[in-house]
């Protein structure tokens, strides 16, 4: 299966690693942010071949889409499949998933019921 990452889900990934390596200079290394973000497209890498959890919609601006959790890392991805391409919507790190700020800023396409 071909998967697609939306620029969006690809921001979110990218900007939350940039916002902890601002928040905590001392403890993270550039070489540490990159092998975050690359452990994060890893498990991207595993939506399809049942190695995430499958999960309920937290949020409401996930409804109607498909979402799963990483058991490596805590990080939840919302998706859709559309015959042999899997869209990848969204991302959030476990951290920001209570924070309601971020709700009102996804822009994620409407789904047709």
Known sequence: MKILICKEAHK???????????????TNS?????????????????IGTNELVITNTILSDWEGYNV???????????????KDIIRIY???????????TYVSKRNLPKIKK
């Not at 990080?75 to 859709?80: I, N, Q």
């Open 12 to 26: 979110r990934i990218n900007d939350y690693y940039r916002n902890v390596a601002l928040r905590y200079p001392n």
């Open 30 to 46: 550039k070489d540490e942010i990159r092998n975050n973000i690359k452990k994060v497209h890893n498990e991207i890498n595993k």
């Open 68 to 82: 799963c959790r990483s058991k490596e890392i805590p990080w939840y991805f919302v998706y859709l499949i559309d």
């Open 90 to 100: 969204d991302a959030e790190h476990a951290n920001n998933m209570s924070d309601n």
